[in-house]
T-cell receptor
Framework: GQNIDQPTEMTATEGAIVQINCTYQ??????LFWYQQHAGEAPTFLSY????GLEEKGRFSSFLSRSKGYSYLLLKELQMKDSASYLC??????????FGAGTTVTVRA | ETGVTQTPRHLVMGMTNKKSLKCEQH?????MYWYKQSAKKPLELMFV???????ENNSVPSRFSPECPNSSHLFLHLHTLQPEDSALYLC?????????????FGPGTRLTVT
């Protein structure tokens, strides 16, 4: 089966940096995704990594190490609107995604 | 309409009722998905349709019955549900051959079974 672990909750201050870790053990690997989900809303796509290294997109960056089965999502210059759940997902074939339970990030003023 | 839409947004049904959830994608994608999201649990993939053909049924009970009449529409037919089926049901779509092939989600249907 698929096993994807990420912390349940994290709290940080506005303007700070938060790093959300994700470790995975899956039967196959064809990319890792991060999604953001605000309460009561649909998950929205944030980033995609298929090769090792860092992908940067504005205030958000995502890192992947396939040999370690490890990824992180880095949120810089935190804003109140970044308070949400962040979902790590691994694709193990052409299109099937397996998700972690999500990390709820709370940004305090 | 843009993106992925779902109706209804909220549904309350008794265990003996029959209802259907509807999803429509306006993105020209060729794959569509049903997920179940329960509190504090990972999104659970239920069904996958690729080019209108069902390619995945993740051991879902037969009281959930999907239908994909074309590549833009997806239904989830519900009958004789149990209270533990109460959850947020999310529809998603993607373009399978694209580089990242990220999935785009609809807003979901919040289902309560009484």
């Amino acid at each position: 089966g698929q096993n994807i672990d990420q912390p349940t909750e994290m709290t940080a201050t506005e303007g700070a940096i938060v790093q959300i870790n994700c470790t995975y053990q899956t039967s196959g690997f064809n990319g890792l995704f991060w999604y953001q989900q605000h309460a009561g809303e649909a998950p929205t796509f944030l980033s995609y990594n298929v090769l090792d290294g860092l992908e940067e997109k504005g205030r958000f960056s995502s890192f992947l190490s396939r040999s370690k089965g490890y990824s992180y999502l880095l949120l810089k210059e935190l804003q109140m609107k970044d308070s949400a759940s962040y979902l790590c997902a691994v694709r193990d074939g052409d299109y099937k995604l397996s998700f972690g339970a999500g990390t709820t990030v709370t940004v305090r003023a | 309409e843009t993106g992925v839409t779902q109706t209804p947004r909220h549904l309350v049904m008794g265990m003996t009722n029959k209802k259907s959830l509807k999803c429509e994608q306006h993105l020209g994608h060729n794959a569509m998905y049903w997920y179940k999201q329960s509190a504090k649990k990972p999104l659970e993939l239920m069904f996958v349709y690729n080019f209108k053909e069902q390619t995945e049924n993740n051991s879902v009970p037969s009281r959930f019955s999907p239908e994909c009449p074309n590549s833009s529409h997806l239904f989830l037919h519900l009958h004789t549900l149990q209270p533990e089926d109460s959850a947020l049901y999310l529809c998603a779509s993607s373009q399978v051959e694209a580089d990242a092939s990220e999935q785009y989600f609809g807003p979901g249907t919040r289902l309560t079974v009484t």
